[in-house]
């Protein structure tokens, strides 16, 4: 039917056009327009029934899993997506396929999944738990290193998130208390490593009355076993069972080291009765040559284990300062105190403890009575070896390195912090490196600590010459 519509001209006159309009349409018409028109709306909906139904990808994942593609591949490669989407039957994973074009290489087509340990709002959405591509899943030592070094800044924002909830519920103190906890929660692990080792020099000192100088290279030995094991085991065996393989190989490796120089070094100059400057050299020539041959086997830059328990957990807090600690720190310091009491039980309480003490009061009323003193030195070397050893591979899980050249500085402060406590006691040494790990801690947190090293040396020379038996003044030996 024809309308006329009207309107204005730019210049305000009428104009006039004619309009066509469809016929009214009948009732069935109007029921077949109507159905027409919801078909024509249908794949619309199918597609949107459909959306809502597949996975979310979430943003997170999505640049995460973005980030890890140039880690990849060589360095100057061109990179180029082509499709990314959700894995079907996966929770919180994302698939990304894309083109490399390395250099000096055609194009290639690969893909990468990356799976999370949580999604939305999750702070677990940032962090990555599995990772794959067309040649297999990533071991969990690569994966470990590739978070570590590659994605850090990801992780760290959850972590931070976290770490300040945590810091907000502990209590607050005053600012001197909070900072004096932190430095003592710093110095207990090295003070429990001095400890170990001192108990070590404790353990042959107090039974021949001669100094071995090179339990230092000896606990590295022991140290470079553990973290060998730990890369190894870690990644086929799970945590647990490669720190318990690292635990045993670091004490079997320092316990066979230390045997095999008593036998071959000390053995032989004590028994044609030379005096305890004899030994001191020949242990000294000992350690330059074991130290060597570590550099020499393992290469002169340091060996790396990944991180074991080294979150912060909140202890106290002062303003925006918060005093922490790790399981790490803990796990140290109670393996070290286990080992300790084992070792002074094993010295009062067993057969082989009643021979030391035996041996180190009158050796030759302890052979009358039946003691092998071969045996007994052989035995004594071995277990000093061994506690090295386990002071080496606390030092590895606690620092999560092992160098060649630890073991001068090492051996020399446990030598310190045996002779504060009473070089010929074992529960003295072992206190004599609590003592000084927080004295050296100390001295790190409020005095300047380019002259620690200094302090400790000059502490050395002034406890020799004023109390050279240490606190615990045990039996008096010829040196």
Known sequence: MPVAHTALSGDGHPLTRQLTLPPSPSGRGLFSACAFQLLSFLPLLLCLLLGGCASVIEPDHLRICRDVLPALHAEGSQIRESRYGPVAALKNTVRIDYLVREPGQPNLAHHVICGFAGGGTDAARFELVRLATERGELSPVRLLILKRWWLGDARMTAETAARRQAQAAVPEIPMAFAYALQQGANGLAPAALYGLLAAAYALVYGLIGRINLAFGEIAVAGSYAAVGIVAIAAASLGLVPALALALAAGAITAAATNLAIGRAVVAPIVGQKQSGQAVLVATIGMAVALGETLRLTHGSSARWSPPIASDPIPLVRSGDFVATVTLN??????????????????????????SWRAFADDPG???????????????????AGGVAGLAGFAHAVHFGSAHFALGTVFGLKALVAAILGGVGSVPGAFLGGIALGLAETAWSGYLPIEWRDPAVYIALVLLIVVRPHGLFDPPRRPV
């Open 329 to 354: 720190q803990i796990g140290v310091v109670g393996f070290a105190l286990i080992v300790a009491l084992g070792l002074i039980g094993l010295i009062r309480r067993s057969a082989f403890g009643r």
């Open 365 to 383: 009323m302890a052979a009358l009575f039946g003691v092998d003193p071969g045996r007994l030195v052989a035995t004594t070397f071995a277990l």
